[in-house]
């Protein structure tokens, strides 16, 4: 998956990666994985990996440093989400399920309560797996704020599953540190990125096949 795509309306991928090799530390990491993280499309593999190279290659930061704070601004960042969707998405979605159209859509407010009391039940591992798969790791903390899902499991799932995302992509730069040379880092990243999508597309298959299954197989509950 070439990186460049996804950051073609918004910036220069490649210029990108030159400033954060020049000046990459601790806080730009930060600031990079809260924007990655939060609603603005931004690639983490032009952040963690070329992080967790240089921690290897000049030891101006270290490994473990980098993944522990990649994942604390990929927390800040998912809360952003989650509370712009608590406060600005849920009236927006109670407001539509009340309207004329909503009913048109065999959507009611009973119906959005029953979703948001679902999701507050079994969100837990949609939410860690959420943030191992690409494209979804951004929009998985939307419907979590929507159902108000409680605060701490959301922390400590979006957490956890940040911290494997994070771990992984770390443990891909520190290879790279040590098999290649800087001057083809990104072309490295960019091949090896496509294998980490073709694994989160099949992740996500899986999800979805189980959902369906669940879907299917469940019994509704006898009334007296």
């Not at 930060?30 to 690639?43: A, K, R, T």
């Not at 704070?69 to 989650?82: C, D, E, F, K």
């Not at 597309?201 to 509950?221: D, Q, T």
Request: proline letters at 4%; charged letters at 15%.
């Amino acid at each position: 998956m070439d990186l460049t795509i996804p950051c073609a309306l918004f910036f220069d991928a490649k210029e990108f990666f030159q400033f954060f090799i020049e000046n990459a530390n601790y806080w730009w990491v930060l600031l990079f994985m809260i924007i990655e993280s939060s609603f603005i499309p931004f690639p983490s593999e032009l952040v963690v990996p070329p992080a967790a190279y240089l921690a290897v290659t000049k030891g101006d930061m270290n490994l473990f440093g980098v993944i522990a704070v990649a994942t604390v601004g990929a927390l800040i960042g998912a809360l952003v989400n989650y509370y712009l969707s608590m406060w600005i998405g849920r009236p927006i979605v109670y407001k539509f399920a009340n309207s004329r159209m909503g009913h048109m859509c065999l959507i009611n407010e009973a119906k959005v309560e029953h979703a948001e009391k679902y999701f507050d039940q079994h969100g837990a591992i949609s939410t860690f797996l959420g943030r191992l798969i690409p494209a979804v790791r951004q929009l998985i903390s939307i419907p979590a704020g929507l159902a108000r899902m409680n605060l701490g499991t959301f922390c400590i799932f979006t957490s956890l599953g940040a911290l494997v995302w994070n771990a992984v992509l770390g443990g891909l730069g520190y290879w790279l540190g040590k098999t290649v040379s800087l001057d083809v880092l990104m072309e490295k990243i960019e091949e090896y990125n496509a294998y980490l999508s073709y694994a989160g597309l099949a992740l996500l298959v899986g999800i979805v096949a189980f959902m369906i299954y669940r879907w299917f197989s469940h019994k509704p509950e006898k009334k007296n």
